[in-house]
C-alpha cells in the first residue's frame, strides 16, 4: 500500500506561482510513474502532468504545457508540481497519483494510488 500527502496549496492570484508537493510513505512508490491529475467543481478529474520512475518522460496536458513542470526525487519519495503563470481556469482540487508501472500516463485507469488532494485556487 502506497500513501500519498499532498501539500501546498492555496490562493494565489493571477500569474502568481505555486509548487505542489507529494510525499509517498508505506510501500514507497519504488519504480513507480507519478501523476498530476485536477479536479474543478462540476467537472471530470482530469491529467495534468506525468513523469516516469527516471524522470527522464515527461508528459503534460496542453492546457498546461509551458507554464507547469513536474519533477520528482526518489530520494525522498517526493514528486512536484511547480506551477507559473496561474490563470483562474487553474482553479481546482489536484491529487497526486501513483501509477502501477514504470510509465508515464495520461490515464486516470493506470493509477492505483491517489491522495486525498490540495485546493489551488486563483484569483482574477
Known amino acids: 500500500q502506497v500513501q500519498l500527502v499532498e501539500s501546498g496549496g492555496g490562493l494565489v492570484q493571477a500569474g502568481g506561482s505555486l509548487r505542489l508537493s507529494c510525499a509517498a510513505s508505506?510501500?514507497?512508490?519504488?519504480?513507480?510513474?507519478m501523476g498530476w491529475f485536477r479536479q474543478a467543481p462540476g467537472k471530470e478529474r482530469e491529467f495534468v502532468a506525468t513523469i516516469s520512475w527516471s524522470g527522464s518522460t515527461t508528459d503534460y496536458a496542453d492546457s498546461v504545457k509551458g507554464r507547469f513542470t513536474i519533477s520528482r526525487d526518489n530520494t525522498k519519495n517526493s514528486v512536484y508540481l511547480q506551477m507559473n503563470s496561474l490563470k483562474p481556469e487553474d482553479t481546482a482540487v489536484y491529487y497526486c497519483?501513483?501509477?502501477?508501472?514504470?510509465?508515464?500516463?495520461?490515464?486516470?485507469?493506470?493509477?492505483?494510488?491517489w491522495g486525498q488532494g490540495t485546493q489551488v485556487t486563483v484569483s482574477s
Open positions: 497519483a501513483a501509477a502501477n508501472g514504470d510509465y508515464a500516463a495520461r490515464s486516470r485507469t493506470l493509477y492505483n494510488y
Open positions: 508505506g510501500r514507497t512508490a519504488r519504480g513507480y510513474g
